[in-house]
């Protein structure tokens, strides 16, 4: 797996860089601004970008903006961002198009080296990863009109588990119960929130956005 890291602060950025090589994670390009970043990752068509949120010159949403020119012009190529602080609205927009080959993490997080990594060849192979806090903060912007009303408290463990990027095996483990049991609550998921018979990984993506967004 090949990635472009962008940061501007050269000690994370080459830290992070560490961290991915002794894991066995090609870092083909580093970059201190959204400028640049965009240049490296047109040049080395990466499996995944790396992305800062605030990044210069205005250190506001120069990484967020730049992750979403990434998803226009090269759509095989997975986005991880990772921010200092909680942005939900960041977040949101993010995964407003769909959470295949997406990642959103706290900064923090990079300590924790196994699930880091595990994040970047999750969003690498096309899934998602989103970090917990970011999930229970989200889960905060309930609407009026919540479509999760419906869901049991276990049907929503279950699918805050599925917005983190897990898998039904992964679910089952984390929960203590069998992966066929998981199942059969994503398939009460899916028939609660509307998602009609179609590709899994399609509803799945629907049902994330749909808590994100409750």
């Given at each position: 797996m090949r990635v472009v890291i962008a940061d501007d602060a050269v000690l994370l950025r080459?830290?992070?860089?560490?961290?991915?090589?002794?894991?066995?994670?090609?870092?083909?390009?580093?970059?201190?601004?959204?400028e640049d970043l965009l240049r490296k990752v047109g040049a080395h068509k990466p499996d995944v970008a790396i992305?800062?949120?605030?990044m210069p010159p205005t250190q506001t949403d120069e990484g967020l903006r730049a992750a979403a020119v990434i998803r226009e012009r090269h759509p095989g190529v997975g986005v991880l961002v990772l921010s200092q602080y909680v942005e939900e609205t960041y977040a949101l927009e993010l995964f407003d198009d769909g959470a295949a080959g997406l990642g959103y993490l706290l900064k923090d997080r990079v300590a924790d080296v196994e699930r880091f990594v595990d994040a970047v060849r999750r969003v690498g192979e096309g899934g998602s990863a989103?970090?917990?806090?970011?999930?229970?903060?989200?889960?905060?912007?309930r609407r009026r009109e919540d479509p999760l009303e419906a869901l049991s408290p276990r049907e929503r463990e279950v699918l805050g588990h599925m917005a983190e990027g897990r898998s039904n095996a992964a679910i089952a483990a984390e929960l203590v119960v069998t992966e066929r049991a998981v199942e059969k609550h994503v398939t009460s998921i899916f028939s609660k929130l509307g998602l009609t018979a179609g590709a899994e990984t399609h509803r799945r993506v629907l049902a994330v956005l749909a808590y994100l967004r409750a």
């Open positions: 080459a830290g992070v860089a560490r961290l991915l090589e002794d894991a066995g994670i090609e870092v083909v390009g580093q970059a201190g601004d959204a992305v800062d949120v605030r989103l970090d917990p806090e970011v999930v229970g903060r989200l889960l905060g912007r």
